[in-house]
């Protein structure tokens, strides 16, 4: 049903995973889809899904870590609908790896799609929401932004800063209450992104269990354009993670240290790899086809965070 026929909704990394399911769901409702990502051919794949949906999309290859090619999104959007009402951030990449053996160009192209590509984003689009006195703004940050993750240095501070841009633009905008800034924060997502990054750690990697379907988070972005809300966390083990790290930062990001040693001590090896930091990934698909193997394996972290909030309580009572 065409419940929206006159909104238009730009995203970015929409070519796999998260973004290509919220594309769909966007559709669905009738949105106009503005489709971006590198890899154009991916970008056609899903425009086929969109139209079959109900929607209406158009494709616009970008590359979020060069501000002039979002500017050239924000107006080939504008110049094909007249409007922009919603606008996704939601490229991410990864560079796993012990930090000083992960090169530096690595770290710094991570920093450059996951923070500035959302702040190009967010800096093509205002003026737009501003003149028209509305408009949503929905950042796609994960549980990495509450959170430091052990061997993924960049991709915690490009969420970590993510996490504050995203409160900074709430406060400036504050006074124009039809502009709503948004966060998402999912936790483990069964994706092929884990497979798509840069892996310097010569081992297979897996995001642990339990692992959300992709679906799931993009119906809860979806789900943003009815109740928009500053923070969204999805996921069973977001809040025990969160309130850990808030009672005991370091005792967290140890215990995960340890819980990822034991991962890569029994993973199997593989060559190290740039992954998609500089060219588009390979395989567009919206699962990652990694909760078939996910076993009961993933309880130790909902556990370690219960383990660590028990602690310091214990410790506060002392």
């Not at 056609?44 to 501000?67: F, K, L």
């Not at 960049?154 to 996490?163: E, I, N, P, V």
């Not at 990934?281 to 370690?304: C, E, L, N, T, Y």
């Amino acid at each position: 049903m065409n419940t929206n026929p006159n909104k238009t909704a730009v995203l970015t990394g929409a070519s796999s995973g998260i973004g290509r399911a919220t594309a769909v769901r966007l559709a669905r409702r009738g949105l106009n889809v503005v489709l971006a990502a590198r890899d154009v051919a991916a970008l056609e794949v899903v425009r086929r899904e969109c139209e079959a949906a109900g929607g209406h999309a158009v494709v616009v290859p970008t590359d979020v870590t060069d501000p002039e090619q979002v500017v050239a999104l924000a107006s080939k959007a504008i110049g094909t609908f007249g409007h922009i009402d919603i606008w996704i951030n939601n490229v991410g990449i990864g560079a796993v790896g012990a930090f000083e053996h992960v090169p530096v160009a690595a770290h710094k192209r991570v920093i450059e799609a996951n923070l500035l590509g959302h702040m190009y984003g967010t800096h093509a689009v205002l003026p737009h929401f501003r003149q028209r006195k509305r408009g949503l703004l929905i950042n796609m940050i994960s549980l990495g932004g509450w959170t430091g993750a052990p061997y993924a240095a960049a991709y915690s501070a490009s969420k970590f800063g993510l996490r504050g841009f995203s409160e900074s633009i709430r406060a400036e905008t504050s006074d124009m209450p039809g502009i709503r800034i948004c966060e998402v924060y999912p936790t483990f997502v069964d994706t092929p992104g884990v497979r798509h990054g840069g892996n310097y750690t010569g081992k297979h990697l897996a995001p642990p269990p339990p692992m959300l379907d992709p679906r799931e988070v993009a119906t809860a972005v979806v789900s943003l354009l009815d109740n928009p809300r500053a923070s969204t966390l999805v996921g069973s083990i977001a809040w025990p993670v969160r309130i850990a790290h808030s009672l005991a930062p370091d005792l967290s990001a140890r215990i995960t240290r340890v819980l990822m040693d034991i991962g890569f001590r029994r993973a199997k090896r593989v060559p190290l790899s740039d992954g998609n930091l500089y060219a588009p990934s390979q395989g567009h698909g919206v699962d990652g086809g990694f909760r078939d193997s996910s076993g009961k394996v993933g309880m130790p972290i909902k556990a370690g965070a219960i383990a660590v909030i028990a602690f310091a309580a214990w410790r506060a009572l002392r």
